[in-house]
């Protein structure tokens, strides 16, 4: 191999066979960016691991029906919401990551914006046509991943026919199917207006996967019945659910 010239341009050494040597201050941001944006990874899987040795010693964490959840590919959980630690009740039943819609207001204050931020949740303006959020939604569902919603509606012993049809439709663009979810106790742990938790033993459930269709009133009372379905399984968890009231989180 020939030595450069003299004279040659340090960035054109590569060129003729010798290695170019990279500016170390580059190689160090370029690791601290892989750390950075590996982080939210680490804090969610972290946080399940706990998540789930503090649900099933403190609350008894019952599974239902996670048999019915597809293994891999775009996914929709749509469940009741009856507490704000309800997302976490879901999440902690699945092996995959589940990105949640959350109400806006969660990311205006620390230390909440770290927390749901990093644990992939993202923010949706209740009461509105929010196209961030269902732009960030389609985004999701595009990459195979899940996404967690609630929605409107609950009442009493079970979630009513409303007008919004969110879910239906996001699920109808992306050609997903929809799994209904079921979650009860959440509400005793953390109820409405009281910031310390309590024990009480938790169940959720998983109804079969609901595939889409482009006719949407059928597709979301099948969702919203699917949810119902679930609750009044046995009686148990209708029982439970009744008076609750609709979660804010």
Same mark, same amino acid.
């Given at each position: 191999?020939?030595?450069?010239?003299?004279?040659?341009?340090?960035?054109?050494?590569?060129?003729? *066979?010798?290695?170019?040597?990279?500016d170390p201050e580059v190689v160090i941001s370029e690791k601290t960016?892989?750390?950075?944006?590996?982080?939210?990874?680490?804090?969610?899987?972290?946080?399940?691991a706990l998540g789930n040795f503090l649900f099933k010693v403190f609350f008894r964490m019952k599974?239902? *029906?996670?048999?019915?959840?597809?293994?891999?590919?775009a996914l929709i959980f749509a469940g009741n919401h009856i507490s704000h630690i309800?997302?976490?009740a879901i999440a902690l039943c699945y092996d995959r990551q589940v990105f949640f819609m959350a109400k806006h207001s969660l990311f205006e204050q620390q230390p909440w914006k770290f927390v749901v931020s990093n644990l992939g949740a993202f923010p949706v303006v209740r009461g509105t046509v929010d196209r961030k959020a269902i732009k960030t939604a389609r985004k999701h569902l595009r990459e195979g991943h899940v996404v967690g919603i609630f929605p409107e509606g609950t009442r009493n012993k079970g979630i009513e026919n409303s007008s919004h049809q969110g879910v239906a439709w996001l699920a109808s663009r992306?050609?997903?199917?929809?799994?209904?979810?079921?979650?009860? *106790?959440?509400?005793?742990?953390?109820?409405?207006?009281?910031?310390?938790?309590?024990?009480?033993?938790?169940?959720?459930?998983?109804?079969?996967p609901i595939m889409p269709e482009k006719n949407l009133d059928p597709l979301?009372?099948?969702?919203?019945?699917?949810?119902?379905?679930?609750?009044?399984?046995?009686?148990?968890?209708?029982?439970?659910?009744?008076?609750?009231?609709?979660?804010?989180?």
């Open positions: 191999m020939k030595a450069p010239k003299k004279g040659t341009p340090f960035n054109s050494i590569a060129a003729i *066979g010798y290695p170019a040597r990279r960016a892989r750390l950075f944006n590996s982080f939210p990874t680490f804090f969610y899987w972290g946080a399940h599974k239902e *029906g996670t048999e019915n959840i597809p293994k891999d590919g309800d997302p976490v992306a050609n997903c199917p929809v799994v209904p979810v079921a979650v009860t *106790g959440t509400n005793r742990i953390m109820p409405n207006g009281i910031k310390s938790l309590r024990l009480s033993k938790v169940t959720v459930r998983f109804g079969e979301f009372n099948t969702i919203i019945g699917g949810i119902n379905d679930l609750l009044n399984q046995n009686g148990n968890m209708a029982k439970d659910y009744a008076g609750t009231g609709h979660g804010n989180a």
